[in-house]
């Protein structure tokens, strides 16, 4: 892992694969959350590590401060996603050595198993209607696989916004691994 003061230079890939800066970067996606919002969101996360990671993930550009205000002498930030956003596009993923990538997707993999205990633990059995998991073949090029991402964007940006109307907010993941040797 880089070090968190020197990732201002550092790739988004090598930034996100701590496991907290990915669920800091989850948390805010679609929103924003001042400090005091994340650390409950995060409350397993230690409040000098989660300042530390949000620290770093500011300093890379990932995080920015959207709003400041002054709470009983000191400053509370408000957060959203940054303009580098935590993506890592094609460029990224074909400069990754092969022990990053795997170290990348075990970390996503990781945090999405994370979110599943967080639900059962909080035995919530209606939240399970809300639940899905599955998957299936795709025949698909580099130019569908755009297209198909196009329609999808467009598809889901009216619900990638917190709304006011209670829906709760749920996490779509997507994994594209071609098969080898099928």
């Known amino acids: 892992m880089p070090d968190p003061g020197d990732l201002g230079r550092s790739t988004i890939s090598e930034t996100i694969t701590h496991p907290v800066r990915l669920r800091i970067i989850q948390q805010l ?13 995060l409350p397993e996360v230690k409040q000098a590590t989660l300042y530390r990671h949000i620290s770093a993930l500011l300093d890379a ?26 993506h890592v596009d094609h460029d990224g993923l ?36 809300l639940l899905g998991f599955g998957r299936g073949p795709l025949y698909a090029d580099a130019e569908d696989l755009a297209h198909i991402q196009q329609g999808l964007a467009e598809l889901l940006a009216p619900y990638q916004e917190e709304s006011g109307t209670g829906k709760p907010r749920l996490t779509l993941a997507t994994v594209l691994l071609p098969e080898v040797g099928a």
Do not use: H, I
């Not at 996606?29 to 969101?41: E, F, P, V, W, Y």
């Not at 550009?61 to 709470?71: D, N, Y």
């Open 29 to 41: 996606g679609g929103r924003s959350l001042t400090t005091t919002q994340l650390k409950a969101a």
């Open 61 to 86: 550009g990932l995080l920015a401060v959207v709003e400041e205000r002054k709470v009983r002498g000191a400053v509370e930030r408000t957060l959203a996603l940054g303009e580098r956003m935590a």
């Open 94 to 129: 074909r400069a990754m050595s092969d022990a990053q990538l795997r170290e990348s997707f075990v970390v996503f993999l990781g945090e999405l198993a994370a979110d599943l205990d967080r639900l059962l633990e909080r035995g919530a059995p209606d939240l399970r209607d």
